[in-house]
């Protein structure tokens, strides 16, 4: 069994930075890719940021570009969000995806999520 861990939520006001922090634990198998998404209230889960583990690309959605920063450390199935310049907008539970190679497809395991709170 795998577990999918956040931290680092909380309250902020607008400009402020907030760091997540995920981590993957249990019998895990080899990474792909972790990830992070955020779901505001009466919408959909949308995507974040992730990073793949072989080569550590990294891809943003348009709204976070060059506000949040995607990275981990050299060792462990770990990741980390670090988001500066908060706007209210992002308001939302931020939940982590850990995606471990499989057989046959790869396999996917979510966190319970972590509430951000924004104020302007």
């Known amino acids: 069994q795998v577990q999918v861990t956040e931290s680092g939520g909380g309250l902020a006001q607008a400009g402020d930075s907030l760091r997540l922090s995920c981590v993957a634990s249990?019998?895990?198998?080899?990474?792909?890719?972790m990830g992070w998404f955020r779901q505001a209230p009466g919408k959909e889960r949308e995507f974040v940021a992730s990073m793949r583990w072989s080569g550590g690309s990294t891809y943003y959605a348009d709204s976070v570009k060059g506000r949040f920063s995607i990275s981990r450390p050299r060792v462990g199935n770990q990741v980390y969000l670090q988001m500066n310049s908060l706007e209210p907008e992002d308001t939302a539970v931020y939940y982590c995806?850990?995606?471990?190679?499989?057989?046959?497809?790869?396999?996917?395991?979510w966190g319970q999520g972590t509430q951000v709170i924004v104020s302007s």
């Open positions: 249990g019998r895990t198998a080899t990474m792909i890719a």
């Open positions: 995806k850990a995606d471990f190679r499989g057989d046959p497809e790869p396999r996917t395991y």
